[in-house]
Nanobody, 127 residues
Framework: QVQLVESGGGLVQAGGSLRLSCASSGGTFSMYSMGWFRQAPGKERESVAAISWSGGSTYYADFVKGRFTISRDNAKNTVYLQMNSLTPEDTAVYYC????????????????????WGQGTQVTVSS
């Protein structure tokens, strides 16, 4: 059974940074794409970033381009989300999820392509 556990969330002031981690167990992590998603109170879950199985391709939602960086360490079965220049609008619960083995640019930010999800980690950005 695949398990994903996020960590690294917390409270940060606007303009600050956080690094989220997502540790995977119970599957062959290196074979699958991974993604980060978020859900703010009263809003639908939205895609933030995705990364191919090798880490060679990354994809970002327009609202995080230039501020967030997704990466992975297949030796550690972990995917990361480095978040810089945070704003109060980034406040949300952040989730990681496992996608298909191969993912295209058109699929990468499609939530329906991801079938294993973590429990989420809260990120709160104060103004």
């Amino acid at each position: 059974q695949v398990q994903l556990v996020e960590s690294g969330g917390g409270l940060v002031q606007a303009g600050g940074s956080l690094r989220l981690s997502c540790a995977s167990s119970g599957g062959t992590f290196s074979m699958y794409s991974m993604g980060w998603f978020r859900q703010a109170p009263g809003k639908e879950r939205e895609s933030v970033a995705a990364i191919s199985w090798s880490g060679g391709s990354t994809y970002y939602a327009d609202f995080v381009k230039g501020r967030f960086t997704i990466s992975r360490d297949n030796a550690k079965n972990t995917v990361y989300l480095q978040m810089n220049s945070l704003t109060p609008e980034d406040t949300a619960v952040y989730y990681c999820a496992r996608g298909p083995a191969r993912i295209t640019a058109a699929q990468a930010l499609n939530l329906t392509k991801y079938n294993y999800w973590g429990q989420g980690t809260q990120v709160t950005v104060s103004s």
